[in-house]
């Protein structure tokens, strides 16, 4: 059984690490300091389990678990933290375990053999369902592994038949999540503007009229333009009045 | 105020404010008795004797009061008061009856004649008894107001004192446990530093430490935290020109430290840079804690709880002398805590 050990601090790595060599059956493949590390080692270390701790900086353990779920394969995943004062929000997000530090050897046994029966199915049913934390991140996979947007670097989002296209400071990527939920999700941070585009409310610079009579949205980035409905147009005009 | 005056009851009748409050009543009861209808006659000369009577009933009666005070406050308020109240009116039957004989024997008449004069003593002890329970009442319920403002403050401020963050104790214990695998002997240090923090959050190192103990504590606190941090914590002290020897309540500052790694270091992913000042400036002292802050501020349960916490104490040790000053910046966040030159609680406790 293969296991990825997920904690900022690196004593705390440690201590989950040694424990794991007394557990037969368990092998360290991988430990990673942040969220962002474990989304970018877990596609190529394929881990059975993510041991997790939930408090890290700039994203923490349980925003990494929902990127974790768009993994073809998900690992099943078992918090470890401090205080219990997430234990509701670890369920939420459909984890198979949950173990307060200092862990105890037999209680991460337990933990195991729990992920052992039940894998990782658990958090693929739980992707994107219910009204959740907003994410700091959007999660993207490309050929195989796991791609992290800043949330704050998404200029506009657009759907495209099942996928919604990022575009973003670095370039595009492909998510397949409805975009009714990344609206509702990050309703204070972007604006719909047309059935199938959403604009990041700090982007949008003004509205121009083309002579034909549709109205375009203009965006900071390199002169983009975007198509406004008619439905959006009123509620937009006094966006940007007061911009 | 000592520890033995916190329960007390009884006001302290010798004290110039409750002497003062007895005259004051003395005075306007001489009044009443000469301006009564059916007094004889209101004039100044009436006015005077029956003054100089009530006041030294009442200074008389203040006396015998604040004598007994020690062996009436054993008892419980309702019998105390009660056997307070019947000492006045006992003295003041007394007093009456002394200064009729007097009267009698000197044939001055001011106790009256007649019908007035048998009525003289019952009368003082009558009115004796009203006023006196009006009195005592008032005495008591402004006590009793004082003690509750003394105890609501004083609970206060044992609920301020006594915080540390759970994740942080359960957080150390994680890296004690994962120590003592490796490195004994810094798993040692840890649950010495650890000890120490928690023997001042508990309230066993007293109310009173100085500012080089609480350094100490600080020092203790950091050294727990780079063990958990690693080198995501790094920090500049330059705390030398402080006074080690100045009185301040323990914690103090160490919950400021705690708050800065709290909210600032620790949301970083590659840490930061914890600064600590401290300087002579014009009046007083003043240490500065500083700390980088995320970009986007993370909501954390009990954001500037802390900072809130350690104003009220130090108003409540300081007065208005001292100061708690946060001053958010472009990319950081300091805490000046300013105090004034001399502590007042340098002054030895009673």
Redesign the interface.
């Given at each position: 059984m293969k296991v990825l050990v997920v904690d900022d601090e690196p004593l705390a790595r440690e201590r989950l690490v040694a424990l794991l060599g007394e557990i037969d059956g368990a092998r360290v493949v991988g430990e990673a300091g942040s969220g962002a590390a474990l989304l970018e080692a877990a596609p190529a270390l394929q881990p059975d389990v993510v041991l997790l701790d939930i408090r890290m900086p700039a994203m923490d353990g349980l925003e990494a678990a929902r990127h974790l779920a768009a993994l073809e394969a998900p690992p099943a995943v078992v918090f470890c933290t401090a205080y219990d004062e997430h234990a509701l929000a670890a369920f939420d997000v459909h984890a198979i375990d949950y173990i307060v530090k200092p862990v105890r050897a037999e209680r991460l046994r337990q933990a195991l053999d729990r992920a052992r029966r039940y894998g990782g199915e658990q958090l693929r049913r739980a992707g994107g369902s219910g009204p959740e934390r907003q994410r700091t991140h959007l999660c993207a996979r490309v050929r195989g592994s796991l791609v992290l947007v800043p949330i704050g670097e998404v200029a506009y989002l657009q759907a495209e038949d099942k996928y919604v296209v990022i575009h973003h400071a670095r370039g595009q990527v492909l998510i397949e999540e409805p975009l009714k939920d990344l609206e509702e999700e990050f309703g204070d941070r972007f604006v719909r503007i047309h059935r199938n585009c959403l604009v990041a409310r700090d982007r949008l610079v003004g509205l121009l009229r083309t002579p034909d009579g549709r109205t375009l949205a203009r965006l900071d980035a390199d002169g983009v333009e975007l198509e406004v409905s008619r439905r959006s147009l009123p509620g937009l005009r006094k966006l940007v009045k007061n911009l | 105020m000592s520890d033995a005056d916190d329960h007390r009851w009884l006001p302290p009748f010798c004290s110039l404010p409750t002497l003062f409050a007895v005259m004051l009543v003395a005075e306007l009861v001489a009044l009443i008795v000469v301006l009564a209808p059916g007094a004889d006659g209101a004039t100044l000369m009436r006015l005077g004797i029956v003054s100089v009577y009530l006041q030294w009933l009442g200074l008389l009666n203040a006396v015998v009061l604040c004598s007994l005070r020690g062996a009436l406050d054993r008892l419980t308020p309702r019998s105390g008061l009660l056997i307070a109240w019947l000492v006045m009116i006992g003295v003041t039957t007394l007093a009456a009856l002394l200064i009729q004989t007097m009267d009698r024997a000197l044939a001055l008449g001011l106790t009256g004649s007649g019908a007035a004069a048998a009525r003289f003593v019952p009368a003082n002890a009558v009115l004796c008894a009203l006023i006196g329970a009006a009195l005592l009442r008032y005495l008591f319920v402004i006590e009793q107001w004082r003690e509750r403002v003394r105890a609501a403050s004083k609970a206060q401020v044992d609920a301020l004192q006594a915080r540390i963050r759970?994740?942080f104790l359960?957080?150390s214990?994680?890296?004690?446990?994962?120590?003592i695998?490796?490195r004994p002997a810094d798993a040692e240090r840890a649950v010495e530093d650890l000890s120490d923090l928690f023997r001042a959050a508990l309230g066993a190192s007293g109310a009173r430490g100085t500012l080089g103990e609480e350094l100490e504590r600080v020092d203790h606190y950091l050294r727990i935290e780079s063990?958990?941090?690693?080198p995501r914590l790094a920090v500049r002290r330059d705390l030398d020109a402080l006074p080690r020897a100045y009185a301040l309540p323990p914690l103090l500052l160490q919950p400021l430290v705690e708050n800065a790694i709290h909210h600032g270091i620790?949301?970083?992913?590659e840490g930061g840079t914890l600064d600590l000042t401290g300087r002579r400036v014009d009046g007083g002292w003043e240490i500065a804690i500083g700390n980088p802050c995320?970009a986007?501020p993370v909501r954390r349960?009990g954001n500037g709880h802390a900072i809130d916490n350690i104003r009220a104490r130090i108003g409540y040790h300081f007065g208005d002398r001292a100061a708690l000053i946060a001053a958010p910046g472009d990319g950081c966040f300091r805490v000046i805590v300013r105090l004034p030159l001399e502590s007042p609680m340098n002054v030895p406790a009673q």
């Open positions: - | 759970p994740h359960f957080n214990m994680n890296t004690i446990a994962s120590l695998r490796t063990l958990r941090l690693g620790e949301p970083l992913p995320p986007q349960a």
